[in-house]
């Protein structure tokens, strides 16, 4: 039996990128999809202090911490017959999201080369 090598990390941005800056991205993402009562919003709120915490403080156990929670506080896969309704992202929430993508991306730029800018000729 020969020995082998382990498969190399794949090139680009992403390899680089910490794996609690992409989750975090990759939850954000969903986050502005989701269906949630108001009570859930305003823990969703809370928790996006945190992670924008975790961001300034360039702390990614925090971050990963506050990505859990978030996850947690998603919607339910079952919901009860006399649940709250749910309504969509409020825009408090969506400019929050935004924001913290902003200082996310300014925090943990990413690893490859800006794309190009189109010429004007």
């Known amino acids: ?4 090598l382990p498969p190399r990390p794949a090139a680009g941005p992403e390899a680089s990128e910490p794996d609690a800056v992409r989750d975090a991205r990759d939850i954000l993402a969903d986050l502005i999809e989701w269906h949630l009562p108001d009570q859930r919003w305003s823990t969703v709120e809370e928790l996006l202090t945190d992670t924008e915490a975790a961001i300034a ?5 925090a971050l990963a911490h506050a990505v ?3 996850e947690l506080a998603g919607p339910d896969r079952i919901q009860r017959v006399s649940a709250p309704p749910d309504r969509s992202v409020p825009q408090t929430v969506r400019e929050r ?6 200082a996310m991306t300014a ?3 990413p690893a490859g080369p800006a794309p190009a800018k189109p010429s004007r000729r």
């Open 1 to 4: 039996m020969q020995n082998q």
């Open 57 to 61: 403080a360039r702390d990614l156990t």
């Open 68 to 70: 859990a929670a978030l």
């Open 97 to 102: 999201v935004g924001r913290t993508v902003d």
């Open 107 to 109: 925090a943990y730029p």
